[in-house]
């Protein structure tokens, strides 16, 4: 009856074992999608269309070296508008969008992995505009600049804040500047990068509303394997330093 048992407790072994260490189907590929949002990820020639190495910024380079340690196969494009590949990765299995804001209301959308970074949700005015809120009443009575579908836009929408909508962040800086409109919803320091990129300075925040972490979003139907080893691959480069050193490389 020992013997049997050992026996037992043998196979369950090098079956967790097996299944700790599951192979991927044959081919299995990740197809991750980006968007231009500096620092964090943009097409080096400024378009917004962008294969594999003609991206780079804080979150490109912390996902590849997370996919290349895991061992898992990906092709990465960086396309434009935000709500497209947004949808796209909902919809299709094997697909990945960084870097994405993690919230309560999408973490049932999605499996994740990260996080990769953080940022502020912050409401930016121009340098000499004056405008001074307290609250998101306040907020409220202004135009306030947001890009379609991103997390910071949902969040002030389910709050029946009005917004001007943008279907790329860019335009918000040179609304902001030519006084289209007052203020601009957008992430910390990813913002004020994005304005300095345009040539506008000085840009100042009026209101900090949180602080929230950016992920790798997978669609739901990603092997539980995948998200383990990207997850295991990120753990072990942020131990060892190279999440910071990324992130200071551009900052």
Not at 49 to 54: E, P, Q, V, Y
Not at 115 to 140: H, I, Y
Not at 215 to 242: C, I, M, Y
């Amino acid at each position: 009856m020992m013997r049997t048992l050992k026996i037992s407790l043998l196979f369950g072994l090098l079956f967790s074992a097996f299944a700790a260490h599951a192979e991927l189907p044959n081919g299995y590929r990740v197809v991750l999608l980006t968007v231009n949002f500096p620092p964090f990820s943009m097409s080096i020639d400024d378009k917004n269309f962008a294969r594999d190495g003609g991206i780079d910024g804080i979150s490109t380079d912390i996902v590849r070296a997370m996919f290349k340690r895991a061992d898992i196969d990906y092709n990465l494009t960086l396309r434009f508008p935000w709500d497209r590949i947004y949808n796209l990765t909902l919809d299709k299995p094997s697909y990945g969008l960084f870097p994405t804001t993690f919230t309560p209301e999408r973490e049932p959308l999605f499996k994740w992995v990260g996080p990769l970074g953080s940022t502020s949700w912050v409401l930016l005015a121009a340098p000499n505009s004056g405008v001074k809120v307290d609250s998101l009443e306040e907020a409220s009575k202004f135009r306030i600049g947001a890009l379609k579908s991103n997390a910071l836009t949902q969040h002030l929408e389910a709050k029946g804040i009005p917004l001007v909508i943008a279907l790329r962040d860019q335009a918000n800086t040179s609304k902001l500047a030519k006084g289209q409109i007052d203020l601009w919803a957008t992430d910390d320091p990813a913002g004020r990068y994005m304005a300095r990129q345009e040539g506008i300075s000085g840009l100042r925040v009026a209101m900090t509303l949180n602080k929230a972490d950016m992920f790798l979003a997978l669609n739901k139907d990603t092997p539980d394997e995948v998200v383990q080893r990207l997850q295991k691959a990120l753990d072990e480069l942020r131990s060892e330093g190279f999440v910071d050193d990324i992130t200071n490389s551009y900052l």
